[in-house]
């Protein structure tokens, strides 16, 4: 059975009191860059520790609970249950929108217009010539939140992209949406730096472009589905669920069919976008 180094990541006291049993307190109550969010405490763990070939290692916010509905005895039991059967395992929140849309930056760009562009000019400055527009992922190669527990092969192809996405804007450069441009998040009132999402999806664009062995907790059937975009009735349900089957039988076939159906799908979802 692998060692499971469940980190969860504190602030201050109150959050300190958030951390769930058999989750290990990550302090990072010094919060000396505030504008990364949680990827500054991750990068910063893998900087200074040695990580075990042999052992699952994750980093969660405060609200992991909040937004999942996963309790830490679940996520472990996971673990213990999946055993070496998986390099990752998923626990994101959000299915429906991960189901819905072709992949999580046609998402982002609902809530943050202008990040599909950015994080195309950062793949570009990099040399890795994925098309972020085309690009297909299912609920099985996809994450938001960095809500996922891995193995050391996974975080450190986390880590080098990590150090190439911090470089690329600590550096700066010219861009149609500006480096340091900021983005609404949920609402208008709410403003955070774009590159807070960029790296969210840092873990996507491993999963779905990496040979790895993933598996996903899946809550499609009974998590609240997120009203301020899908109607909340069982027919939107199966209609997202079978979105999400459609992409994955495309990844795992590439025959069009498969996504030719995804679309014709979709478009019967009842959809909103949601106000600002």
């Known amino acids: 059975m692998k060692k499971a180094c469940v980190y969860q990541i504190y602030y201050d006291d109150a959050s300190f ?7 290990i307190p990550l302090d990072n109550s010094k919060n000396e860059r505030p504008d990364w969010f949680e990827l500054w405490v991750i990068l910063n763990f893998l900087r200074n520790n040695t990580l075990e070939d042999d052992a699952w290692y994750g980093f969660v916010s405060p609200k992991f609970m909040d937004k999942t509905g996963f309790t830490s005895e679940y996520v472990l039991s996971t673990l213990n ?12 929140p959000a299915w429906d929108q991960l189901s819905y849309f072709l992949n999580p930056w046609e998402q982002g760009e609902v809530w943050h217009p202008g990040l599909l562009a ?10 890795m010539d994925i098309d972020l527009s085309t690009l297909v992922t299912d609920t099985t190669c996809s994450i938001f939140s960095n809500y996922m527990v891995a193995n050391k092969r996974f975080w450190m192809l986390w880590r080098e992209l990590a150090e190439q996405c911090f470089a690329f804007f600590e550096r700066g450069a010219d861009s149609q949406v500006g480096f340091q441009a900021d983005t609404s998040y949920g ?13 969210e999806r840092l873990a996507t664009l491993i ?7 993933i598996v996903c907790a899946d809550r499609s059937a009974n998590a ?3 009203t301020r975009m899908f109607a909340d009735n069982f027919h939107t349900r199966r209609l997202l669920q079978t979105c999400d089957l459609m992409k994955r039988m495309y990844r795992q076939t590439q025959d069009q069919a498969y996504l030719d159906m995804y679309w014709r799908l979709r478009g019967q979802v009842s959809y909103n976008t949601p106000a600002m």
Do not use: C, W
Request: net charge negative.
């Open 17 to 23: 009191q958030k951390v769930l049993p058999g989750f």
């Open 81 to 92: 249950h999946v055993g070496d059967d998986a390099d990752v395992v998923l626990f994101s």
């Open 118 to 127: 950015l994080s195309q000019e950062f793949l570009k400055s990099i040399e």
């Open 187 to 199: 609402m208008t009132s709410n403003r955070y730096p774009m590159k807070t999402f960029v790296q």
């Open 207 to 213: 999963l779905a472009t990496e040979d790895l062995k």
């Open 224 to 226: 609240p589905l997120f």
